[in-house]
T-cell receptor
Framework: GAVVSQHPSRVICKSGTSVKIECRSL??????MFWYRQFPKKSLMLMAT?????????EQGVEKDKFLINHASLTLSTLTVTSAHPEDSSFYIC?????????????FGQGTRLTVV | GQNIDQPTEMTATEGAIVQINCTYQ??????LFWYQQHAGEAPTFLSY??LDGLEEKGRFSSFLSRSKGYSYLLLKELQMKDSASYLC??????????WGAGTKLIIKP
């Protein structure tokens, strides 16, 4: 199947700093990528839909100035957590679908465990 | 609103069979996915159903009834490595996946 690569897998940062997470589709082009956040024992929460060449679409309640998303090419989307706070500590996962067919499965990156200290 | 309901946790014995149920309410419907997620890892695809009936894939099978808003995942010949969370995710009219909280499956020897 298709491969989505997410980097880094783990990051620890200090409060007030920014962290960038990269998501790459390795063997297919993804016009749309999805960024999720997952709390322990909770469901995936869609944060935003990243659209290549245009602005991301944020879900209600997600601060677009805090979670900056850039989809610069058909294979790369980045999520930057700006001015991180301990409450931003979470598991962040990106995903992409190989095509727009309804049956096209979503492939997930490995996830990024962010810890803000 | 959109809602997914599946049991929080289930326990089964190695070698046995387990059925994980999922009921859903979505705005429109474009199929339903099941994903497996081991602790600390990203989800991996298991199955996709868009028509009513049973889809079998090795030890795993998935069933869908659109009229009842109901699906189940059936796991046979359980192995210890099947201990994971199983996520039911229907796709709404906007082709957006709606995620349930998942069912944590514990396999005992």
């Amino acid at each position: 199947g298709a491969v989505v690569s997410q980097h880094p897998s783990r990051v620890i940062c200090k409060s007030g700093t920014s962290v960038k997470i990269e998501c790459r589709s390795l063997d297919f082009q993804a016009t749309t990528m999805f960024w999720y956040r997952q709390f322990p024992k909770k469901s995936l929460m869609l944060m935003a839909t990243s659209n290549e060449g245009s602005k991301a679409t944020y879900e209600q309640g997600v601060e677009k100035d805090k979670f900056l998303i850039n989809h610069a090419s058909l294979t790369l989307s980045t999520l930057t957590v700006t001015s991180a706070h301990p409450e931003d500590s979470s598991f962040y996962i990106c995903s992409a679908r190989e095509s727009d067919r309804a049956s096209a499965e979503a492939f997930f990156g490995q996830g990024t465990r962010l810890t803000v200290v | 609103g959109q809602n997914i309901d599946q049991p929080t946790e289930m326990t089964a014995t190695e070698g046995a069979i387990v059925q994980i149920n999922c009921t859903y309410q979505t705005s429109g419907f474009n199929g339903l996915f099941w994903y497996q997620q081991h602790a600390g890892e990203a989800p991996t695809f298991l199955s996709y159903n868009v028509l009513d009936g049973l889809e079998e894939k090795g030890r795993f099978s998935s069933f869908l009834s659109r009229s009842k808003g109901y699906s189940y995942l059936l796991l046979k010949e359980l192995q210890m490595k099947d201990s994971a969370s199983y996520l039911c995710a229907p796709m709404d009219s906007n082709y957006q996946l709606i995620w349930g909280a998942g069912t944590k499956l514990i396999i005992k020897p």
